[in-house]
């Protein structure tokens, strides 16, 4: 990644902060959708300079997007694409990295919340095309069979119940169903960098973002 835009969220008594993330982060999902099926898809990242988990659990104001060059981030048009929340966001002009500030790199990735009994069951239902009785049936069965197995997978749940709690997200609307979520994001510190596709979010469980 060498050039990026910054865009600063400035939330008032009217709007909320978490308010702006949805429809900031909604319209760069957009944008990054827009050039999923050009040359440039799959190769835009963001990152977030003031992200925190926890107790004091945030993503800032701030949300950086990365490319390898200016001219895939003009693609983006990200001026054309805020401008309806030009009194709520401040956007930069696009700039190099700035090598002499780098303080190492990251990677900012999708956690999924895990998934419960209900979903897993109507999910089942759709894949093996069965009615959701029969599935829950199935799966009923399925967890009595194997009980050590779902102890433990049980265990790991809770787990990540847990550790998704502490991790900061924006809520989200499906572009298809319409349905509302959240998109929780995780941040792992990396002493390298690595190369390969970013999701139609700008996220990645491997490849790494520059920290300035």
């Not at 400035?10 to 982060?25: G, H, N, R």
């Not at 440039?40 to 988990?53: D, I, K, R």
């Not at 509302?180 to 690595?194: A, D, E, G, M």
């Given at each position: ?171 989200m609307q499906s572009l298809t169903n ?35």
């Amino acid at each position: 990644m060498n050039h990026y835009q910054e865009i600063t969220l400035l939330p008032d008594a009217e709007i909320s902060l978490a308010f702006l993330w949805t429809k900031v982060y909604t319209q760069l999902h957009l944008a990054f959708v827009a050039q999923k099926d050009t040359p440039h898809g799959g190769a835009f990242a963001v990152s977030f300079p003031e992200y925190t988990e926890g107790k004091g659990k945030g993503l800032g104001h701030k949300v950086r997007v990365f490319a390898e060059t200016e001219e895939a981030l003009q693609t983006l048009n990200l001026d054309k694409k805020l401008e309806r929340l030009l009194d709520y966001v401040h956007l930069t002009t696009i700039r190099p990295i700035p090598t002499r500030r780098l303080k190492g790199y990251a990677i900012y990735r999708r956690q999924h919340a895990p998934k419960s009994q209900a979903q897993t069951a109507r999910r089942f239902a759709r894949r093996h095309d069965l009615p959701i009785e029969q599935a829950t049936a199935r799966l009923a069965k399925k967890q009595r069979q194997s009980e050590r197995v779902i102890a433990k997978e049980s265990e790991d749940s809770e787990k990540r119940k847990n550790s998704i709690q502490d991790l900061p997200y924006i809520q989200m609307q499906s572009l298809t169903n319409h349905h509302k979520y959240n998109l929780f994001i995780h941040k792992q510190p990396t002493p390298s960098v690595s190369v390969s596709p970013f999701s139609l979010y700008g996220l990645s469980p491997e490849a790494a973002v520059p920290e300035f």
